[in-house]
């Protein structure tokens, strides 16, 4: 990965386009990429990465958006390539920063994100478009073609300046069967191929699979069977925003005379949008409310909920518990419908185990053919460089290791391994007259967003709260006479979550005495009460290999 250490780019030249990806390099998720032009942004998505054990107490990781600070007014449209929150999970956050941004996308993309941004009280300004359309954004000349993926109305986004023709991909596989026949527009790929493609953004996820991907319409096989076989209730979890996936659900259920009912908020909100606007059809009279279903048969009920990716908060972790009003029970079938996301590797095992415990029997990708990625593999992805032929390549949406393999493809198809960049997060590339260069970077840090609120937790503060988690805290009462620095009486240690023993005590109040006594200044302060904890921090840590958080509270005597 090239990197650039945080080097201011210098001015942007006339005529030339600048790309800097704020998200999705080097991780799945918080997707934002800017493109300028003239003086003018365009921005196609701005996702949200779900945080890891790491993160404890953060919700959601948003993009960095001091790039464009003080340059909000030039901002000409926001396009979203698609609707899952790695996608669209940022926009409420970016439109507190300016709410009348036009945000451009396909109808589904739009009905899902205007749930969202009611959420916030936010309105927005949405201007829906389709595969095929060609519009003007300010300098910026934008055309969509389709794409297929694991939710509908996937786009990729054509971008035209006179610095040159930029394709990014956004989400996409090469599905030949789709389920909604809705295929990715490989003549338009083509077409622009021909044009000639100045800079290629394609997504890297499945870059390290060989092949290509089997067909949605592959998994049906191994979904009727959990459904003509399980002798009780059906439990399957899936993202609230896979419709294809959710689709497939129900049509096997309806087959074998089962009830359908949807658990937890997110996806009750999402599937009633798609069905309202046609992407979802359930078979009138098989819709049935959670309380209704429990009182049915166990062998006609099917619950289709959240949490696949073993979330804590999520209706399937919860039920896994045993803190959720559905309780599951001996013969119960319980379908995970979706990816194994990198990261959540042992969150989902550990929801295997817990859901077994409870006596459920557990099919997932493992175990069965119950899913197939939504993001083209190895092979489909050579097949697009040699239809596009590109001068540069950029691979976007993926960790290092995808990224890589990407760039890697692109130069067994005949890319300049100089103009395949490997960048992360901030880097900024140039374009101008076909030639593509890395110029700089751009603050491009994790913001937290704790209830709501970008930025409540920091680096430093989840820091304390994993040693907290880990090595404890232990509070330090001082009575320090001011004029001396003498100690009047015997410190007090108070500790949680770290033992000290009376020899580990008198030791730490050793310390203590040598800090005091070590201070030029003042030795009753904040500084004072700073640089005894710091002591106490570095002698644990030598003597004792723990680090727990220590707060020191020094009264005058």
Partial sequence: MRRTAHQTPPALADGAM???????????????????????????????????????????????????????????????THGHEDHIGGVPYLLKHRGDIPVISAKLTLAFLKTKLEEHRIKGKMVQVKEGDRRKFGPFDVEFLAVNHSIPDGLAVAIRTPAGLVLETGDFKMDQFPLDKRITDLAGFARLGEEGVDLFLPDSTNAEVPGFLAAEADLIPAIDQVMRTAPRRVVVSSFASHVHRIQQIIDSAHKYNRKVAFVGRSMVRNMGTARELGYLKIPRGMLVDAKELERMAPNKAVLICTGSQGEPMAALARMASGDHQINLTDGDTVLLASSLVPGNESSIYRLINDLTKQGANVVHKGNAKVHVSGHASAGELVYCYNLVRPKNVMPVHGEYRHLKANAELAIRTGVDPKNAFIVEDGTTIDLKDGVAKVTGSVPAAYVYVENMIPGAATEESLQDRIRLAEDGAVTVLLIVNPDTGKIEEDPEFFSVGFNMTDKDIEKAIGIVEKTLTGLRGEKTGPGAEKAVAQGLL??????????PVYTVIIVEA
């Fill in 538 to 547: 570095r002698w644990s840590d030598r003597s004792l290999r723990r680090k």
């Fill in 18 to 80: 600048r790309i800097v990806a704020l998200g999705g390099l080097g991780e799945i998720g918080r997707n934002m990429t800017v493109f300028e032009y003239a003086g003018k942004l365009l921005i196609v998505d701005c996702g949200v990465l779900f945080p890891e054990e790491h993160h404890p107490g953060v919700d959601v990781i948003l993009p960095d958006f001091s790039y464009l600070k003080n340059r909000w007014q030039d901002v000409v449209g926001l396009v979203l």
